[in-house]
């Protein structure tokens, strides 16, 4: 009896304890689609460990398939190249599935589908682990097929998927380059690439942050190429482009304007760089330095093209203040965001 009433408090204590800190995450075990019956396609999307609900999981819905954002998730061993199963049945209804950590403990899946689909068409559930079975804790999503859809709705979601690396420059300890007012580098290129990050997911983008708050990507502390290469290190193996956000100093408060990098010899990355450096320029607030060489660390060990941008001198008292301005930095976003259109959708770049 005595023992009973231990085993009780002890377990009470337990769930008070998981209560009050952060629920460990669930980590995606395996995603397997299939035909469920002729006009229904079963995407399973197992996990182990945390348990998810419909608290955790959001769905979007655009002209090529959904996006599934859990919260408090890992990929796990889930990537473009393991763990991802579309049976023969409904490979004719599903182009492709992938899987991404787009910020810390946050997992997006994205389906894109052969024929449209609306929120109408899909059902979320939730099963929990089957020990008797040996099945983790699912989620299942239930999608209705529909007829193919016709070739120019397929122009409404750019984006395809495709997987944008922002790296917002700095950030933890080390605040780059502080204006005269005192605005931080490290806090213009986060607000930006947050920005610029809802802008490209809207256009179909996936986007991986480099950070999403005011972090050291690897710690405080440890040498450059350290830090440098933790941020490389966020990209995907199939990232389609890199893209590093800073702001630039001078002891001369008179210094001024814009510029884009691109490492020497990359022709891809050179594109790009000239691409962000048209968008810049078209916003007309600051003088244009130029698209230029150089041998940043981010650039020349990224696996995908990559560009480094400064956005404007935030030593320079005039663009401080723009570059602090919730506005210009919508602004600014929306220029990446042009850029990375344009990228690919001219000249077949891929
Ligand atoms: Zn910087």
């Known amino acids: 009896m005595l023992k009973k009433f231990l085993t009780c408090f002890s377990l009470l204590f337990v769930l008070a304890l998981a209560s009050t800190a952060q629920a ?4 995606l075990t395996g995603i397997n689609a299939y035909d469920l019956d002729r006009e229904t396609v079963r995407i399973e999307i197992s996990y182990r460990d945390g348990r998810l609900d419909t608290s955790d999981v959001s769905s979007e819905f655009s002209a090529a398939g959904m996006k599934l954002d859990l919260d408090n998730a ?6 473009r190249v393991s763990g991802i ?3 023969s049945g409904a490979k004719s209804f599903i182009e492709k599935i992938s899987v991404n950590e787009t910020a810390k403990r946050h997992t997006s899946i994205r389906i894109n589908f052969k024929s449209a689909v609306s929120s109408g068409d899909a059902t979320i559930d939730f099963e929990p ?8 804790a699912r989620i299942i999503v239930d999608v209705k097929k529909s007829p193919a859809r016709d070739e120019r709705s397929t122009e409404d979601f750019s984006g395809n998927g495709r997987i944008i690396v922002l790296d917002p420059g700095h950030g933890g300890s080390d605040a780059g380059a502080i ?4 605005v931080t580098e490290k806090s213009v290129a986060l607000a930006v690439s947050l920005k610029a990050q809802r802008l490209l997911d809207a256009a179909g983008y996936q986007v991986v942050m480099t950070r999403t708050t005011d972090v050291d990507v690897a710690a405080p502390g440890v040498p450059d190429s350290t830090e440098l290469q933790a941020r490389v290190d966020k990209a995907p193996p199939n990232a389609a482009l890199f893209i590093s956000v800073h702001c630039n100093a001078f002891s001369n408060g008179k210094a001024n304007g814009m510029e884009t990098y691109h490492a020497p010899t990359a022709v891809k990355g050179a594109r790009l760089a000239r691409l962000l450096n048209e968008e810049l320029e078209r916003l007309g607030g600051l003088s ?28 320079n008292p005039r663009e401080e203040k723009l570059l602090a301005s919730e506005d210009y930095q919508q602004k600014l976003a929306q220029a990446i965001t042009n850029a990375v259109n344009r990228y690919f959708n001219q000249g077949g770049f891929d």
Do not use: W
Request: glycine letters at 10%; aromatic letters at 6%; one cysteine or more.
């Open 129 to 136: 682990a089957n020990r008797a079975e040996k099945k983790d």
């Open 288 to 315: 244009n330095r130029g698209v230029k060489a150089a041998r940043f660390y981010v650039m020349t060990h990224s696996k995908c093209p990559a560009s480094l941008i400064e956005l404007g001198f935030i030593t």
């Open 179 to 182: 204006g005269p007012t005192g």
């Open 24 to 27: 460990k995450p669930a980590e």
């Open 85 to 87: 199963q579309i049976q």
């Open 74 to 79: 890992l990929p796990g061993r889930v990537s």
